[in-house]
């Protein structure tokens, strides 16, 4: 199982994936069924998730109901645990917008979540990060997970999210760590080779290896950069049930 669905990550695009691959998921789970672990988004339970990653794939990793992930849980734990998210109504940009959260952040803010993206079939608005279509001061929350290594200018998505945030607002911004992690994060435009962008970013699709100066690289862009801990935070038995990554740090840009 590992194996296929690491090919299937690596060869098929993820608009594909997004619009087909749920339905083959959720029949592979009927075989995972159990009470070890939980999915805090979806509620389901089984004896543990399947095995997520393109090349090594992580045990342990991928919900096969909602198609969450280690981050997304986390993000929804915190979500849930450390704002006001779930408790009123808030203006959220959704960037790049995960199957796992869509239905669930729409009926939490209705028509003031908006999601949008480059090519994703599933966002209401296509976008180019670079260029946000909406003004100063607009949304209470950005969402903005694991999209920064794809664009071109991540310091100019960053400031545009800046922009785009109320005074007061804030954005989760996460980005993948592949070791070992520089201390400056890394781009070279020059590498276009599918395979040597793969081995020298983590993925074919990336066009930077993010360091150790990351919160400074948010900092650029006029926000406050926050390296959350709640991951550590939590108790091992509750990072077990969940299928966390315990070390995993959340950031968070704050306007």
Same mark, same amino acid.
């Given at each position: 199982m590992k194996y296929l669905i690491a090919l299937l990550i690596r060869f098929v695009p993820r608009k594909y994936l997004q619009l087909f691959s749920g339905i083959g998921l959720k029949t592979v789970g009927i075989f995972y069924r159990g009470n070890k672990v939980?999915?805090?988004?979806?509620?389901s339970h089984y004896r543990k998730f399947?095995?997520?990653?393109?090349?090594?794939?992580?045990?342990n990793a991928l919900c096969p109901n909602c198609l969450s992930l280690e981050r997304h849980r986390l993000i929804w734990l915190y979500l849930t645990e450390k704002t006001n998210f779930f408790s009123t109504q808030l203006d959220v940009l959704h960037i790049a917008p995960e199957p796992c959260f869509m239905k669930r952040f729409e009926k939490r803010?209705?028509?003031k979540y908006i999601t949008a993206d480059i090519e994703s079939p599933l966002a209401k608005v296509k976008m180019d990060i670079h260029q946000i279509p909406f003004g100063e001061n607009h949304f209470d929350v950005v969402l903005c997970n694991h999209v920064l290594e794809h664009v071109q200018d991540d310091i100019k998505a960053m400031s545009e999210i800046y922009r785009v945030l109320k005074p007061g607002g804030w954005a989760i911004m996460q980005v993948p760590f592949f070791s070992p992690i520089p201390e400056v994060t890394f781009e070279d435009s020059s590498i276009t080779h599918p395979r040597e962008r793969e081995k020298i970013f983590g993925q074919d699709d990336h &066009?930077?290896?993010? *360091?150790?100066?990351?919160?400074?690289?948010i900092e650029?862009?006029?926000?406050?950069?926050?390296?959350?801990?709640f991951a550590s935070m939590l108790p091992d038995s509750?990072?077990?049930?969940?299928?966390?990554?315990?070390?995993? &740090?959340?950031?968070? *840009?704050?306007?």
């Open positions: 939980e999915c805090p988004i979806c509620k399947l095995p997520y990653g393109r090349i090594n794939p992580r045990p803010h209705g028509d &066009v930077r290896k993010f *360091g150790f100066d990351y919160p400074a690289r650029r862009a006029g926000l406050k950069a926050e390296a959350s801990s509750t990072s077990q049930h969940f299928g966390l990554q315990k070390g995993e &740090v959340l950031y968070v *840009g704050h306007k």
